[in-house]
């Protein structure tokens, strides 16, 4: 079992910046997807951010965060980041990291077992 917390969630400008945490009960040393995914109200789930703990095939990123938002994993202290950057008030939205306990990766909400309870992110 996995238990996952995120925190980082604020008020921002457009323009901003805001990096976002996700503290994992236990070390992720391989075999697992992690991933960053997002839901505005009336929306659905949607993965801006997938990779697997043995960066075999990368980071996956939705088109609409590419080249502002980047995900990393500080293995030592179980956390996955979210680095955001150029926020715009559409990046507005409950954000949630989640694990797969498979190192085969999909940007598929449903194929994620394991969910954070979400960081509000709200950018005017």
């Known amino acids: 079992h996995v238990q996952l917390v995120e925190s980082g969630g604020e008020s921002v400008q457009a323009g901003g910046s805001l990096r976002l945490s996700c503290r994992t009960s236990?070390?992720?040393?391989?075999?697992?997807?992690m991933g960053w995914f997002r839901q505005a109200p009336g929306k659905k789930r949607e993965a801006i951010a997938i990779?697997?703990?043995?960066?075999?095939?990368?980071?996956s990123y939705a088109p609409s965060v590419k080249g502002r938002f980047t995900i990393s994993r500080g293995n030592a202290d179980n956390t996955l980041y979210l680095q955001m950057n150029s926020l715009k008030p559409d990046d507005s939205a409950m954000y949630y990291c989640?694990?797969?306990?498979?190192?085969?990766?999909?940007?598929?909400?449903?194929?994620?077992?394991?969910w954070g309870q979400g960081t509000q992110v709200t950018v005017s």
């Open positions: 989640a694990v797969r306990l498979s190192s085969v990766c999909y940007n598929r909400a449903e194929t994620f077992e394991y």
């Open positions: 236990r070390r992720v040393y391989s075999g697992y997807c």
């Open positions: 990779t697997d703990s043995d960066d075999r095939d990368g980071v």
